[in-house]
């Protein structure tokens, strides 16, 4: 079986599935590394496991190269390497021109890679990068997943002539020098059309600059059992529909819009109030059955020209806001997109944690807290849950985070987007939303998201407070809260996709019901 991913740059990933269901499973290093001695200590030989593996290599090229095609395979010294000779082999039977290039001596492959050497009767050359003159394709076997050090020698030169070259290049497992856990490029990386992985994803394929470097995915099935995640139990996914289709507010028929709940925005002054009715509209559009923009007097006219099924009530401060909140009804709040920073907003902010509501924090809330932000944390983790989790929502972009967060130095420098998120939604007790191209979902029982559906131009002014609006709207709906922030983040996306180049942020919510149809078309 193999899923095939395609990895288009400023548009949904779409998965094309022959089996039974989507692999949204992410499996990083080490949790790769067990489902294969899992895998072998259930029975299943290791060099089969190479053979199947090696096969959906050759099954790979085959696809998109003619017979006779020249196919140069760089073999590097593990499994990887092994993987590549499996695949020499059976691309020569089928009847391609094979150049077999070693950057290492291929009497230092052991175990299953040796016995995949022994197999292969061809001629092996010692790599160099004039070797890969006249290929019709290149088959990158050098470093699999779990490459954790710098490309250096023959290695680095021969990725580096890859990338020269004019040839397609096919990646076993990951593109060499890409950390499988995290997506970073060790120095240089092979940029791959097509990357051929197994049994499941690795965070690296959809992690910048990972991603970049992958092109089209393949995950192949290589005979490791689905039994082996009851052992795992990964907590990394891909953000899709699989993921929280069961806790998705489907409307009813006997419903009606006071069961739908009742979102606020906080807005602010003036002068910033676009943000508020971007988040509002997008909150309404998202299913939340009313939404009210909580506004200052100085901005009520601006509110209320500019909205119809928005309402608008006059709220200036914190008092008043706490007064506003009494009604219970009241389910989901949104501070900071456009709010200000400082005193006040840490007021309005302390005034929403204060009780039972879903609560998203988003642009100003977080950045009024940079210098004390143990006093957010601290608000958050003691106020109580709806739902035995948080209810808390923190949607910062790179600089906020970086503000904020403030992780130790050590953290910074060897943690992923998806364990910096993961951290931070631990050191918070809140679902934090790391937002960007690879945006990371991440919840306190350390449960994470990589979202990889956003199209290059949906980073365009206000984005961001569509998608806390999306958020409280499906929180206000009664959603789980983590399902919640990935179901948005994954609507963000699909709706930005499916208006298309020219976006701008009021174009988010119009495209909603049309993205809507389709999915509850596929839950019904």
């Given at each position: 079986m193999i899923i095939e991913i395609s990895t288009r740059i400023g548009r949904g990933d779409q998965l094309s599935l022959i089996g039974s269901r989507p692999m949204i499973e992410l499996l990083n290093n080490e949790e790769m590394a067990e489902a294969d001695r899992l895998a072998i200590a259930s029975g299943v030989a290791g060099i089969e496991l190479m053979e199947h593996a090696g096969r959906a290599v050759a099954d790979a090229v085959a696809l998109r190269q003619p017979l006779g095609t020249k196919i140069a395979v760089v073999t590097g010294p593990g499994n990887n390497g092994g993987d590549g000779f499996v695949a020499a082999r059976l691309l020569a039977e089928r009847g391609y021109r094979l150049r077999v290039l070693s950057i290492a001596d291929k009497t230092r492959l052991r175990g299953d890679a040796g016995e995949a050497v022994r197999r292969f009767t061809g001629s092996v050359e010692p790599a160099s990068p004039e070797s890969l003159a006249g290929a019709g394709a290149v088959v990158d076997a050098i470093f699999g997943a779990g490459l954790a050090r710098p490309v250096e020698g023959l290695a680095r030169e021969m990725i580096e002539a890859m990338n020269a070259s004019a040839a397609p290049v096919i990646a076993v497992d990951l593109p060499s020098g890409i950390n499988g856990s995290t997506g970073a490029r060790l120095g240089v990386a092979v940029n791959a059309a097509e990357t051929v992985t197994f049994f499941r994803r690795k965070p690296g394929h959809l992690?910048?600059?990972?991603?970049?470097?992958?092109?089209?995915?393949?995950?192949?099935?290589?005979?490791?059992?689905?039994?082996?995640?009851?052992?795992?139990?990964?907590?990394?996914?891909?953000?899709?529909?699989?993921?929280?289709?069961?806790?998705?507010?489907?409307?009813?028929?006997?419903a009606h819009k006071y069961a739908r709940g009742h979102a606020v925005v906080v807005s602010g002054a003036m002068p910033r109030?676009?943000?508020?009715?971007?988040?509002?509209?997008?909150?309404?559009?998202a299913g939340a059955g009313l939404v009210t923009i909580a506004s200052p007097r100085d901005a009520l006219a601006v509110h209320g020209a500019g909205n119809v099924a928005v309402m608008v009530r006059p709220v200036d401060g914190a008092d008043e806001l706490a007064a506003m909140l009494i009604d219970k009804r009241l389910n989901a709040v949104v501070l900071g997109p456009g709010g200000g920073v400082g005193g006040g907003m840490r007021e309005l902010v302390a005034?929403?944690?204060?009780?039972?509501?879903?609560?998203?924090?988003?642009?100003?809330?977080?950045?009024?807290?940079?210098?004390?932000?143990?006093?957010?944390?601290?608000?958050?983790?003691?106020?109580?849950?709806?739902?035995?989790?948080?209810?808390?929502?923190?949607?910062?972009?790179?600089?906020?985070?970086?503000?904020v967060f403030k992780l130790d130095e050590a953290v910074r420098q060897t943690a992923s987007k998806l364990e910096a998120a993961r951290a931070a939604a631990a050191r918070s007790h809140a679902v934090v939303v790391l937002k960007g191209p690879d945006t990371v979902i991440a919840a306190p029982d350390g449960r994470a998201a990589i979202n990889e559906n956003a199209p290059a131009w949906l980073a365009t002014a206000g984005s961001g407070d569509v998608l806390s609006g999306m958020i409280a709207g499906l929180l206000a709906q009664g959603m789980p809260t983590f399902e919640g922030a990935c179901?948005?983040?994954?609507?963000?996306?699909?709706?930005?996709?499916?208006?298309?180049?020219?976006?701008?942020?009021?174009?988010?919510?119009?495209?909603?019901?049309?993205?809507?149809?389709?999915?509850?078309?596929?839950?019904?």
């Open positions: 992690l910048l600059p990972g991603r970049l470097c992958s092109g089209k995915v393949r995950v192949a099935d290589i005979g490791i059992p689905d039994a082996v995640f009851a052992r795992i139990r990964p907590t990394a996914f891909a953000n899709a529909p699989e993921l929280w289709k069961t806790v998705f507010p489907v409307p009813r028929l006997e109030t676009g943000a508020a009715r971007l988040a509002a509209r997008a909150a309404l559009r005034t929403a944690l204060a009780g039972e509501r879903a609560v998203v924090l988003d642009a100003d809330a977080l950045t009024s807290y940079e210098a004390e932000p143990a006093a957010l944390w601290a608000m958050i983790a003691g106020r109580p849950s709806r739902e035995g989790r948080a209810a808390t929502v923190l949607t910062p972009h790179q600089g906020e985070f970086a503000r179901a948005a983040v994954w609507l963000h996306g699909e709706a930005a996709s499916a208006f298309g180049p020219g976006l701008i942020s009021e174009d988010l919510p119009e495209v909603l019901p049309q993205v809507y149809g389709r999915l509850f078309s596929e839950l019904s």
